[in-house]
T-cell receptor
């Protein structure tokens, strides 16, 4: 059987709006952070990364913000599209050890 | 980008049998590979870290005799679920690291034990 666990937090946005997905990480020594997108039944796909010596990094339609003071990471998606619907995970990396956050399910309404 | 191939993508097996899952880095050498397990609507849970040529490092609570990991070469790691039971049914994902930090994921394997 399968475990009964917590349901993922969900975020529902209208197509064209901006999305902000948040993540709290646990290890203050983590020096590298990544956001992944996971579609149903598939492995995670890399979206954007940021090193601990930065507090902001921009990609195409995505921006990652890092607040080391409160150990918080956020992913901003501009002009959200239906194809952005997926589960998003943050990951922290320390000493070649990667740990994932809880994940957020993003649903984009047309 | 780099490619990690995981096989099979899905498998159904009878309770008590063993299942082997392969993870290959196709275009780079990976000294370290990771195995994750994912239950529905949950995050990826690190099971073990697989290092080429040495024993895997298992996370607390993961039975090493149940989940056998072999990292025989720089491009291949295998996870064998021994004497599988229905509670082992899950989605298993591997990742391979290209130094210094880049991690690439396999497509995942859906294991169903009946």
């Amino acid at each position: 059987g399968e475990s009964v666990g917590l349901h993922l937090p969900t975020l529902s946005v209208q197509e064209g709006d901006n999305s902000i997905i948040n993540c709290a990480y646990s290890n203050s020594a983590s020096d590298y952070f990544i956001w992944y997108k996971q579609e149903s039944g598939k492995g995670p796909q890399f979206i954007i990364d940021i090193r601990s010596n930065m507090d902001k990094r921009q990609g195409q339609r995505v921006t990652v913000l890092l607040n080391k003071t409160v150990k918080h990471l956020s992913l901003q998606i501009a002009a959200t599209q239906p194809g952005d619907s997926a589960v998003y995970f943050c990951a922290e990396n320390w000493n070649n050890d990667m740990r994932f956050g809880a994940g957020t399910r993003l649903t984009v309404k047309p | 980008g780099a490619v990690v191939s995981q096989h099979p993508s899905w498998v159904i097996c009878k309770s008590g049998t063993s299942v082997k899952i392969e993870c290959r880095s196709l275009d780079f050498q990976a000294t370290t590979m990771f195995w994750y397990r994912q239950f529905p609507k949950q995050s990826l849970m690190l099971m073990a870290t697989s290092n080429e040529g040495s024993k895997a490092t298992y996370e607390q609570g993961v039975e090493k005799d149940k989940f056998l990991i072999n990292h025989a070469s720089l491009t291949l790691s295998t996870l064998t679920v021994t004497s599988a039971h229905p509670e082992d049914s899950s989605f298993y994902i591997c990742s391979a690291t290209r130094q210094p930090y880049e991690a690439f994921f396999g497509q995942g394997t859906r294991l169903t034990v009946v």
